[in-house]
């Protein structure tokens, strides 16, 4: 079992829909997470932070975490061609020596 | 805030050279910083994880005399790809944290390409 685990998709919305971005991760002390958008071609880029339970709203973008449950989910409201992108979930925990650990991503295609 | 500047943005060189790229955080003091390889159409790949002051430490398989690490302040981290070889070209990312809790803020990435 990965330690982050992300629906490799694609998935695929289109233009004005939800998009719902899921995220599992498997270390129990985790205490910060993260969501990333990674343009083909181009280095990841910080949408999200989010450090305790519920949820948490940034303009279109909402964070919703479930410490219990060990999932962290991304919702993209209103979604446009331009969030076209692959998301990337990063989980960090006291456990692991400082690093983050990654998912493998999940690829979005918003169609018009 | 929180900016992260890396260069060169590409670069394209013999076998046998050398090549150092630089990475940098302009608006704050990073504690820790990471480098990170790409290849296309796959996930990031941490190299090493970098503390101010101290030696890099090298995930497994990455050769640490191949990818020099230095980290000699708290805004400048550098990767020296050691006598390249056209099998290191790839997409060399940075990034940078202020504190362990804290998200990595990325560069915007090396292109390397050894012929």
């Known amino acids: 079992q990965k330690e982050v685990e992300q629906n490799s998709g694609p998935l695929s919305v289109p233009e004005g829909a939800i998009a719902s971005l899921n995220c599992t991760y498997s270390?129990?002390?985790?205490?910060?997470f993260f969501w990333y958008r990674q343009y083909s071609g181009k280095s990841p880029e910080l949408i999200m932070s989010i450090y305790s339970n519920g949820d948490k709203e940034d303009g279109r973008f909402t964070a919703q975490l479930n410490k219990a449950s060990q999932y962290v989910s991304l919702l993209i409201r209103d979604s446009q061609p331009s969030d076209s992108a692959t998301y990337l979930c990063?989980?960090?925990?006291?456990?692991?020596?400082?690093?983050?650990?990654f998912g493998d991503g999940t690829t979005l295609t918003v169609k018009p | 805030g929180a900016v992260v500047s890396q260069h060169p943005s590409w670069v394209i060189c013999k076998s046998g050279t050398s090549v150092k790229i630089e990475c940098r955080s302009l608006d704050f003091q990073a504690t820790t910083m990471f480098w990170y390889r790409q290849f296309p159409k796959q996930s990031l790949m941490l190299m090493a994880t970098?503390?101010?002051?101290?030696?890099?430490?090298?995930e497994q398989g990455v050769e640490k005399d191949k990818f020099l690490i230095n980290h000699a302040s708290l805004t400048l981290s550098t990767l020296t790809v050691t006598s390249a070889h056209p099998e290191d070209s790839s997409f060399y990312i940075c990034s940078a944290r202020e504190h362990s809790n804290q998200p990595q803020h990325f560069g915007d990435g090396t292109r390397l390409s050894i012929l």
């Open positions: 970098s503390n101010e002051g101290s030696k890099a430490t090298y």
């Open positions: 270390d129990r002390v985790s205490q910060s």
């Open positions: 990063a989980v960090n925990a006291p456990t692991n020596a400082g690093k983050s650990t």
